[in-house]
């Protein structure tokens, strides 16, 4: 059964500290920008620009707030004492990493903030929500309890959506950024694809691991949201990444795969064993939602791993406009890169793939710490009506635009220093900003410090 559905594209809003901290090893874009001064007030506008585009476009859009920072409950609970402005000053001067790691403007990636399943795939008939736990870097990992606070708030359990706690650590969950769902159409059944790079239980796995950069999603996680979210086997479908995709800078699989409905977009590389993975794919995707799969797969030779790495191209958004012509929504990156470039004028022009026109977007503030375009979206698949049960000050449109603009323009610091993040005015402004975003969504009190 197919009822009326669209995806709803959730972005973060990029926070006033974004910054380079070199926090991920694994990210090559985030270790090579690592103490260089960034640009807040350019990012959130880079940020805003893509959702404003995606908005005109049709698809719809809706903004994910930043979380406050620096967070200074997580700098107290690591030992520092007294006021806000002393807890700086200590962490700034006897621990600099530290603040430098709770400072972190991350949750501005969406992709990384929970997984999400449709009703149409849950036994309970229930959209489900896992916020992420990010258990494999400090900085990241500080995120959970806050995002599951605003999902809470921009989706209200109940009847239409549940919502489930992260997943206690070790076991690494990253949320969307590796899993994606193929479908004929997104308000009937699809199948769920779940992709990790290690197992905690580690000995159990003879397969090797990656070399150089650390794994982050875990199988015993993936499995753990599948069962969770009550998808029945028939609509799940698991896959490892490959080890030498992620020593090559893939540190999450959507750095190296993309889908829409019933295409993937993939480089040769991404699975470990890409013809298991495609020949479940197809079977289950007949089966459940009744079409064939279209996997594109771009081989080394025409995109090498690293040029794919370096140019995000599998990180650019696929979405179908209510037109129906399918668009892909790329990094200035990919145009940047020759060899990326010759993929996406292929991928437009060739009448066997479908995909009808390129756009680019400029988000070089984000790509410097390793997020794309897609890394910066969650996708919601809703039905009509439970679209109606979303909290309706979120959803962006050319109006709301504009004042979160403004708002940007007002709150945010055109240049930040590393140095910087231990001024305690930036706490303030921070705070602030937020508390006036609140409003302005029309969210209430949903931070700690507001309550
Ligand atoms: O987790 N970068 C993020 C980028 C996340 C990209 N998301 C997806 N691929 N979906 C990360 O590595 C760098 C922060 C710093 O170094 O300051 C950072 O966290």
């Known amino acids: 059964m197919s009822r009326p559905a669209r995806e709803l594209n959730l972005d973060g809003l990029v926070g006033p500290t974004h910054s380079y901290g070199g926090l991920s090893p694994g990210n090559l874009a985030s270790a090579r920008s690592r103490s260089s001064v960034s640009s807040p007030r350019e990012a959130a506008l880079q940020g805003l620009a893509k959702m404003r585009l995606l908005a005109d476009l049709g698809v719809a859009q809706a903004v994910l707030p930043p979380h406050p920072r620096p967070d200074v409950d997580a700098l107290r609970r690591l030992g520092f004492a007294g006021t806000d402005a002393r807890v700086l000053a200590r962490a700034a001067r006897e621990a600099p990493q530290l603040l430098v790691a709770c400072s972190s403007a991350s949750a501005m990636w969406a992709a990384n903030a929970a997984t999400v399943s449709p009703s149409a795939d849950s036994a309970d008939g229930r959209v489900h929500l896992t916020p992420a736990n990010l258990a494999s870097t400090l900085h990241r990992s500080l995120e959970a309890t806050t995002t599951a606070r605003l999902l809470r708030a921009i989706f209200p359990e109940g009847e239409r959506f549940a919502h489930h706690p992260p997943l206690p650590a070790p076991l690494g969950d990253e949320g969307a950024a590796n899993h994606l769902r193929l479908c004929a159409e997104h308000g009937g059944p699809g199948v769920q694809l779940f992709v990790s790079g290690r197992m905690v239980a580690d000995a159990e796995d003879p397969r090797p691991g990656p070399r150089r950069f650390p794994a982050r999603q875990t199988l015993e996680a993936s499995a753990a949201v599948a069962r969770?979210?009550?998808?029945?086997?028939?609509?799940?479908?698991?896959?490892?990444?490959?080890?030498?995709?992620?020593?090559?800078?893939?540190f999450h699989n959507d750095v190296v795969a993309v889908g829409d409905r019933d295409l993937l977009l993939y480089h040769e590389a991404a699975f470990q064993d890409e013809r298991a993975v495609l020949?479940?794919?197809?079977?289950?995707?007949?089966?459940?939602?009744?079409?064939?799969?279209?996997?594109?797969?771009?081989?080394?030779a025409e995109l090498s791993l690293d040029d794919a790495v370096c140019s995000y191209l599998f990180n650019s958004q696929l979405v179908t406009l209510p037109s129906g012509e399918r668009l892909i929504v790329a990094p200035a990156e990919s145009e940047a890169t020759p060899a990326a470039a010759a993929v996406l004028g292929r991928l437009a022009s060739d009448p066997a793939t479908p995909i009808d026109g390129v756009r680019v977007v400029d988000l070089r503030q984000s790509m410097r710490n390793g997020g794309g375009p897609a890394c910066l979206r969650l996708r919601v698949v809703l039905t009509d009506e439970e679209l109606a049960g979303v909290a309706p000050g979120v959803l962006l449109d050319a109006s709301l635009h504009e004042r979160l603009a403004a708002w940007v323009r007002r709150h945010y610091r055109d240049r930040l220093a590393p140095a910087d993040l231990a001024d305690p005015l930036l706490l303030e402004e921070g705070r602030r900003a937020l508390d006036e975003l609140t409003v302005l969504l029309g969210l209430g009190s949903v931070y700690d410090y507001q309550r």
């Open 228 to 250: 969770l979210h009550r998808l029945a086997p028939a609509h799940v479908a698991f896959a490892r990444q490959s080890p030498s995709a992620i020593d090559a800078g893939a």
């Open 279 to 300: 020949a479940e794919l197809r079977g289950k995707l007949r089966r459940v939602a009744g079409c064939e799969l279209v996997a594109v797969r771009i081989p080394a």
